[in-house]
């Protein structure tokens, strides 16, 4: 780029953007102009004048500026009597292309380019759909080791089967349950007492549980008030799903050899895990079944991240694959975010297409990113 005065210009390092403190909006900046490096602060403008409707002029802290950013150059600025170094971006924005997005941004509609969709080759929702999917897939799992203090495969696993019957609601005290008892510590217990001991520690059952029980439970248990009810249905409370994720935990061994079965034998082996809970009994009464959506829900939050994980860690592509193929035979999810995509006349035929719908709603249209979403380029460069 060229400076207003015609020399060479280019950034060598922005600075850091000064979002609370009085002064300039950049700090510590180095700028090179004609070859030689300059260190200082950056100031932006819309027009080169509001130096001077802002007050620049009388405060020291604007002293040390050595490049004014601005719309317009409508004014010379000058700085203990030499000229500010300028550049106008004017010549360099497409007015047309800004005046486009600020449209998409006035859009009521949460997915902000949705009435524009129709108009966008479908190669490119594909495309977004599917780094968006293994965007989400790599957030959720990219500090599992630091979350549960482990790298340990089986803890992780049931950190993750944990975190999955909380769902969003209860996440943070299922979480908490395998903090306070680790799988190492569980699994030496007999299977009644494993059952128990989870109940125990989750905080919510006040039966009189066994002193071996009391005892093994050496880390303390959940705080009763981090559970939340509200806006649960009964099939959803934490009392129930505690008992389920009890039982499951008492029959399942949590070792990983099932990783290399295909996907076709990984869903029917992990469908079979969580099946069956009606007929498993506690210190309580019989647990009531997983539905078929819950059951999938799990494979989806739980299981899946794990094979991607586990392929992640062991840079094995064939699992991170799998893990992508198992949500394609999976149906899709149904929630709120996902019937907005539907008013739009966008079909969601599986898990992994509304995986990667919510990733897209969630980490793009909500922080209206379209000038890094494929489609909003698209429509932006019409």
């Not at 900046?29 to 030689?36: P, Q, R, T």
């Not at 759909?129 to 203090?149: H, I, M, P, V, Y």
């Not at 248990?221 to 009392?239: I, Q």
């Not at 509304?354 to 000038?371: D, G, P, V, W, Y």
Request: hydrophobic share 40%; net charge positive; charged share 25%.
């Amino acid at each position: 780029m060229k400076l207003t005065t015609g020399e060479n210009f280019k950034i060598v390092y922005q600075g850091d953007y000064n979002a609370y403190e009085s002064g300039p909006d950049f700090l510590n900046a180095k700028v090179e102009i004609d070859g030689l490096l300059w260190v200082g602060n950056i100031e932006l403008h819309v027009r080169s004048k509001d130096w001077f409707l802002h007050k620049h002029h009388t405060d020291i802290n604007y002293e040390t500026v050595i490049l004014h950013v601005v719309y317009e150059d409508n004014a010379n600025v000058f700085l203990n009597g030499f000229a500010i170094p300028t550049l106008e971006l004017k010549p360099i924005i497409d007015i047309h292309h800004f005046h486009k997005y600020a449209g998409l941004l006035k859009n009521k509609h949460t997915i902000l380019c949705g009435t524009q969709l129709r108009n966008v080759q479908p190669i490119y929702l594909v495309s977004l759909q599917e780094k968006a999917l293994f965007q989400r897939l790599s957030r959720k799992t990219n500090n599992l080791s630091f979350l549960t203090g482990s790298k340990d495969a089986n803890q992780i696993l049931y950190f993750l089967l944990a975190r999955a019957f909380g769902t969003k609601i209860n996440q943070l005290p299922f979480e908490e349950i395998t903090q306070r008892l680790p799988l190492s510590l569980l699994k030496k217990q007999n299977k009644k007492q494993q059952q128990a001991l989870v109940q125990f520690t989750s905080g919510m059952f006040t039966s009189d549980f066994s002193k071996t029980i009391k005892s093994a439970a050496s880390n303390g248990k959940v705080n009763s008030s981090s559970w939340k009810f509200c806006g649960t249905r009964p099939g959803n409370s934490p009392m129930v799903r505690i008992q389920q994720f009890s039982a499951i935990v008492r029959e399942f061994d949590f070792e990983t050899s099932f990783l290399y079965l295909s996907k076709e034998q990984l869903l029917e082996y992990w469908m079979e895990i969580l099946k069956g809970i009606a007929d498993v009994k506690g210190e309580f009464d019989k647990v009531p079944d997983l539905t078929k959506s819950f059951k999938e829900q799990i494979i989806i939050n739980c299981f899946v991240p794990f094979l991607f994980w586990y392929g992640q860690i062991n840079s094995d592509e064939q699992l991170i694959e799998k893990s992508i193929e198992i949500l394609r035979l999976l149906p899709p999810e149904y929630n709120a975010i996902l019937d907005k995509w539907k008013k739009f006349d966008i079909c969601i035929n599986n898990a992994a297409e509304s995986q990667a719908s919510l990733e897209i709603f969630n980490e793009f249209c909500t922080r209206k990113k379209c000038l890094a979403c494929d489609i909003g380029i698209q429509i932006l460069r019409k």
